[in-house]
């Protein structure tokens, strides 16, 4: 077995400079530059990180596009390449690419998983559901976070597939990221109903364990969520633990994980538009989590 040098992982390739190492291929396209000629974009990663590489054959691009299994692990000779000039942004222009035994890597330095420490997010979320006041929002939270098979799962989830948080672990990252920033903005507008803001927080991605299928390197949307959308599947999961619930109180929880991605104008899944101060909140702590994680993955 080949163990992955340090200063070849993703988050190290900053700097223009040939490279021989590997790196699992997740995703890949075949498209077509201004001139016609065809190329391969591929999407690769490692523990650390993921970078775009491309590959530009002479000829049979399509053949060699074929051939190209994602979810391996690949040997990849070429030269990270800075684009745009100047943007301190990099990829790999990739020379040749070789499909690897199981013999030949460590799986581990593959396999991508939250830095975080997962108590204290575990944590984090126990004591807001302890401070939550209103009684039928703390035990519509204590029926699904006190239920081992749910949080067992939830706790090492990928939050998406590309987007952000797309590694194990990332769900939890994300919902404790956005309930921080959610306490923030309470200690801004104090008017906010704190409960029910929480709780949107801690159950408005809860679909996402019936979204993904995902195994060491590769993570892949479920057949369920490709027909549904994670809101919906939310929706439902939460909607089956209400009984007993006063319809103004389930409107709302409901409400705010159906319009959490904002305006349905937007074309990011809502169904409604937010109507609520705290559906309002929601939607902003989540897009501001999102778009930040994103910028430094």
């Avoid at 190492?21 to 993921?50: M, P, W």
């Avoid at 990252?173 to 104090?190: A, G, N, Q, Y």
């Avoid at 195994?215 to 909607?239: F, G, N, P, R, W």
């Avoid at 349905?264 to 538009?273: E, F, P, Q, R, Y």
Wanted: overall charge negative; charged content about 25%; glycine content about 6%.
């Amino acid at each position: 077995m080949t163990q992955k040098a340090s200063s070849d992982l993703v988050r190290n390739l900053n700097s223009a400079r040939d490279i021989v190492s590997q790196f699992a291929v997740i995703e890949k396209t075949l498209r077509t530059a201004s001139s016609g000629r065809n190329y391969l974009d591929l999407t690769l990663t490692d523990k650390s990180g993921e970078i775009k590489g491309r590959m530009f054959p002479e000829n049979n691009a399509e053949k060699l596009f074929n051939s190209i299994n994602t979810g391996c692990i690949c040997k990849i000779e070429g030269r990270v390449n800075e684009f745009p000039p100047g943007s301190s942004k990099y990829n790999i222009i990739i020379d040749s690419l070789t499909e690897l035994g199981e013999e030949n890597y460590i799986l581990d330095d593959f396999v991508r998983t939250s830095d975080e420490n997962k108590d204290d997010l575990i944590s984090e979320i126990i004591t807001t559901i302890r401070g939550i006041g209103n009684p039928h929002l703390k035990n519509l939270l204590k029926s699904f976070f006190c239920d081992k098979e749910f949080a067992d799962e939830f706790y090492i989830s990928p939050a998406a597939m590309m987007h952000h948080h797309n590694y194990q672990g990332g769900l939890l990252d994300h919902t404790v990221e956005v309930l921080k920033i959610s306490k923030t903005l309470c200690e801004i507008f104090p008017e906010l109903d704190r409960d029910l803001l929480y709780t949107g927080v801690l159950l408005h991605d809860v679909g996402k364990i019936k979204s993904y299928d995902y195994d060491s390197v590769k993570i892949q949307m479920t057949k369920e969520s490709i027909l549904l959308d994670h809101l919906y599947l939310s929706a439902e999961m939460v909607k089956e633990k209400m009984d007993n619930f006063p319809d103004d109180l389930s409107h709302k929880v409901l409400h705010l994980i159906l319009s959490h991605h904002g305006d349905v104008k937007l074309g990011w899944g809502s169904t409604v538009n937010p109507k609520l101060p705290e559906a309002v909140a929601l939607h902003h702590a989540d897009h501001l989590d999102a778009k930040v994680k994103k910028m430094f993955q």
